[in-house]
C-alpha cells in the first residue's frame, strides 16, 4: 500500500510543467498557494495583463487540490436550506447560482480550455444512512423542487439497487448535477493555462513574512523575496504563519481516502451500474465514487485531526468500504492518503482582507468548484472588473478562544458522533 495520493500517482506531475525559477524584482500581483485558488486568481489576472507570481511552497497543486475525492456538485457546505434561513431568500438563492456558476467554471476550463480532466456529469447520489433520514431527503427534494425550481430523484429502497450493488442504505436522491473528475490533470491542466497567459510558477518558495514597505508588499521567501502591489492568500487548510492572523479564520480538517485495486467491468457494473458520485448522510460521512480507471475510491472523516497514521485510516475505510460492499473483501487497497480542508465556524466560505492581504478559503469539503470560483472572483475584484462579491459580503466569524490551534476538535467529534447516533 502506497501512503501518498492515488491522483498524483496515477498522473504525476508533468516533468515540463512550465514552472520558472528566476523570481521577478516586482509584480502587480503575487500569490500564496499554488492550488485551485491561487491558479484560478493567476489565470483571471493573467489574462487581464496583470503581472502575476505564483509561489508555491511544495510543489504546483500539492494540497488538497491533488487529494480530494475527485467529486462536485451544486451547492455549498451550510447547504442551501440553511442559507436562506441565515441570509433569506434573494441572497440565499445567489449563493445557490454562484454553486452553478462554478460548476459551469469547471466546464470552461475542460471545453474552452481544452484541461482533460476526465469530467463526468452522471449525477450524484446521497444516501440514506437510517430509514429516518430517506424521510429527510424526501422534505429536502420538495424544498428544492419548490424554493429552487431544481429537480431531484428520491429513490425508494426498492429501486436502490439499480443504483448501488449494496443493501446498507435505506434510499437516497439522485441530483442531476453531481459530477466526477481526475484532481491532479485539473489542477496541473490549470496551471499550464494560467502559464500560457504569463503568469510565473515558483516552486519550493516557502512564504516567511508579507510587510508593506511603502506603496508595496514586499514578500520575503526562504529563498528570496520580491514586490507585489497586491498580494493573496490562497492556503486554505494549509495557512501557515505567513499571514499570522489568517489562521485564527479558517481551522484545518483531515479528510483521508484509499482506493483499491482497478476492478473488473463486472464488478464496477455491480457497484455503481449509474457511475454516480455517491455519499452517505452521516454528520460524518462518506463519500465514494469509482475512479476513471475502474477502482473504488472510498473517503471520509475518521476523526477531524490532520494527522492521523495513514495505515490507522486504511484499516478504518476499508472496514466501512466493506460493511457497505462486502464483495471487494478480497480486493486489495494501494493507496491511502489524506489532505487538509478548510472549514470555518459559520460553515461558509469567505473572501476578505486581513493584514493587507487579501484571501479566499473556508470551503468546508467542496473546494472543488467553490475553490475555482472564490479564486476567480478575487481575480475579477483585483483587476476591477466585479466592484464586490458575494463571498465578501458577508462577515466572517471568529472566536477568541481559537489563535489557529484547534484544540476544541475531539470535542466537535464527539458532538457529530453523537449527532449520528441519535439521528
Same mark, same amino acid.
Given at each position: ?7 498524483t500517482?496515477d498522473y504525476?506531475?508533468?516533468a515540463d ?5 528566476e523570481l ?5 500581483? $503575487?500569490?500564496i ?8 486568481? &493567476? !489565470?483571471?489576472l *493573467?489574462?487581464? #495583463? %496583470? ?11 500539492w494540497?488538497a487540490?491533488?487529494?480530494n475525492?475527485?467529486?462536485?456538485g451544486?451547492?455549498l ?5 440553511g442559507?436562506?434561513r441565515?441570509y433569506?431568500?434573494e ?9 452553478l456558476d462554478?460548476?459551469d ?15 463526468e ?9 437510517k ?13 428544492y ?19 448501488i ?13 453531481? $459530477?466526477?473528475?481526475?484532481p491532479?490533470?485539473?489542477?496541473f491542466?490549470l &496551471? !499550464?493555462?494560467? *502559464?500560457?497567459? #504569463? %503568469?510565473?510558477?515558483?516552486e ?9 514597505e511603502?506603496g508595496w ?9 520580491l ?12 495557512s ?14 483531515g ?21 454516480r458520485?455517491?455519499?452517505?448522510s ?5 463519500y465514494?465514487r ?12 475518521n476523526?477531524?485531526?490532520?494527522s ?5 485510516s ?12 462486502p ?5 486489495p487497497?494501494?493507496?491511502s ?19 493587507g ?8 469539503g ?19 472588473e466585479?466592484?464586490t462579491?458575494l ?20 470535542l ?12
Open positions: 500500500m502506497i501512503t501518498s495520493s492515488f491522483w500517482d504525476s506531475r508533468p510543467l512550465p514552472v520558472s525559477t521577478p524584482e516586482k509584480v502587480d500581483v $503575487a500569490i498557494g499554488g492550488g485551485f485558488t491561487g491558479l484560478s486568481a &493567476a !489565470r483571471t *493573467a489574462k487581464a #495583463g %496583470a503581472s502575476v507570481a505564483v509561489l508555491e511552497e511544495h510543489s504546483i497543486g494540497g487540490s491533488s487529494r475525492g475527485g467529486i462536485t451544486p451547492g457546505k451550510m447547504g442551501t436550506a442559507m436562506f441565515r433569506g431568500i441572497k440565499g438563492t445567489q449563493f445557490w447560482r454562484a454553486s462554478a460548476l467554471l469547471i466546464k470552461e476550463l475542460v471545453y474552452q480550455e481544452g484541461i482533460d480532466c476526465d469530467w456529469q452522471n449525477g450524484d447520489l446521497s444516501l440514506a444512512y430509514p429516518s433520514h430517506f424521510e429527510s431527503m424526501r422534505k429536502k427534494a420538495d424544498w423542487r419548490s424554493n429552487l425550481d431544481h429537480e431531484v430523484r428520491l429513490v425508494p429502497p426498492s429501486e436502490l439497487r439499480n443504483e450493488g449494496s443493501d446498507a442504505y435505506f434510499g437516497g436522491v439522485v441530483d442531476p448535477l453531481g $459530477a466526477g473528475l481526475h491532479a490533470k485539473l489542477v491542466g &496551471a !499550464r493555462v494560467a *502559464a500560457g497567459y #504569463g %503568469a510565473g510558477l515558483f519550493a518558495r516557502r512564504v516567511t513574512e508579507v510587510k508593506r511603502g508588499q514586499r514578500i520575503s521567501l526562504q529563498n528570496g523575496s514586490s507585489a502591489v497586491d498580494v493573496i492568500a490562497a492556503t486554505n487548510g494549509y501557515g504563519p505567513a499571514v499570522p492572523r489568517l489562521r485564527r479564520k479558517v481551522i484545518p480538517a479528510s483521508y481516502c484509499i482506493v483499491t485495486e482497478p476492478l473488473s467491468a463486472e464488478l464496477q457494473a455491480e457497484l455503481s451500474p449509474q457511475r458520485m455517491l455519499w452517505d452521516k454528520w460524518f460521512l462518506n465514494f469509482l475512479t476513471p480507471d475502474g477502482r473504488m475510491l472510498w473517503g471520509g472523516r476523526n477531524l485531526s490532520t492521523m497514521s495513514l495505515e490507522r486504511a484499516r478504518i475505510l476499508r472496514s466501512g468500504l466493506l460493511r457497505v460492499f464483495q471487494l473483501a478480497e480486493a487497497v494501494t493507496h492518503w489524506s489532505g487538509h480542508l478548510g472549514l470555518t465556524f459559520d460553515l461558509m466560505p469567505h473572501i476578505g482582507h486581513v493584514d492581504v487579501h484571501y479566499a478559503l473556508g470551503y468546508g467542496h473546494g472543488l468548484h467553490t475553490a475555482l470560483l472564490l479564486g476567480r472572483e478575487l481575480g475579477r475584484l483585483l483587476t476591477g466585479i466592484t462579491s463571498f465578501e459580503g458577508i462577515p466572517h466569524k471568529t472566536y477568541f478562544f481559537y489563535r489557529g490551534v484547534p484544540w476544541f476538535m475531539p466537535v467529534e464527539a458532538y457529530y458522533r453523537y449527532k449520528d447516533w441519535i439521528s
